[in-house]
């Protein structure tokens, strides 16, 4: 996949905005998956490096899952991602 235009990037911020309140609060394994979405939504809106998702998300107390989908979304923003879009993986969450 390419990298994103701003305009896409503004409308997935939008689509993930839309999901945050909707999908299941928590995975089948206890993920928090709203924080994890919460995450992807900060780095698309500062445009985060990973240098500043590791000093914002790599710490104690956070689920190593919000990291991971923290740096996924820098790889969608950085046109390395497998899909065309985040909301995508989120889809199937749907409540």
Do not use: C
């Not at 990298?3 to 909707?22: A, V």
């Not at 698309?44 to 990291?67: K, T």
Request: hydrophobic share 35%.
């Amino acid at each position: 996949m390419a990298q994103p235009s701003k305009k896409e990037i503004k409308q997935e911020i939008e689509r993930l905005k839309d999901l945050l309140p909707n999908i299941r609060p928590y995975s089948a394994f206890g993920t928090d998956n709203k924080a994890q979405l919460a995450a992807q939504i900060k780095v698309l809106e500062e445009d985060m490096d990973n240098g500043g998702i590791y000093d914002e998300f790599d710490h104690s107390g956070i689920d190593e899952e919000v990291l991971m989908s923290a740096l996924s979304a820098r790889e969608w923003l950085d046109g390395n991602y497998d899909v065309d879009t985040l909301s995508e993986d989120w889809e199937g969450l749907r409540q």
